[in-house]
């Protein structure tokens, strides 16, 4: 007598569930994970945008070009010339060392006949990815146009 063993059809298509409900769990991990990383990475760029746009206002905000000069100078800036380089932490803090971002601030002053023309260039990065770029334009106008007053 010869003694067979045979698979009962049962265990073969709780196999293929098995089987099936694993490359599923898979595949939603996988987009789980994508949509993560691209969240995370537009919260990172939401908040380079509010940090660029507040410096840009604090351009805004000034009377002179030396007022400007020095309100960037403030804090845990950096000058090199007339860039300004500011650290923040992951949770958007400025730090003196040690930031996952870092913002740099380029102020250029050109002199024209009647004032003068402030353009400040913002870069916002994460290591060595470029988040956001921001430029803004101000005109100071001279406090004197051929011994008068402007107003």
Request: hydrophobic share 40%; net charge positive.
């Amino acid at each position: 007598m010869k003694h067979t063993t045979k698979i009962h059809p049962y265990y073969i298509e709780m196999l293929f569930v098995i089987l099936f409900l694993a490359i599923s769990s898979i595949a939603v991990l996988q987009i789980h994970l994508a949509t993560k990383a691209i969240s995370n990475k537009n919260i990172d760029t939401q908040y380079a945008m509010a940090t660029a746009q507040t410096a840009a206002e604090l351009l805004y905000s000034v009377n002179t070009p030396e007022d400007a000069t020095r309100a960037f100078a403030e804090g845990s800036a950096v000058r090199q010339g007339n860039v300004f380089q500011t650290q923040y932490n992951n949770e958007w803090v400025p730090v003196s060392t040690g930031g996952i971002f870092a913002a740099e601030k380029r102020l250029n002053f050109s002199p024209t006949e009647a004032g003068t023309m402030a353009t400040l260039s913002i870069t916002i990065q994460k290591g060595k990815s470029e988040l956001y770029t921001l430029t803004a334009k101000r005109y100071f106008p001279s406090s004197t146009n051929n011994g008068r007053v402007s107003e």
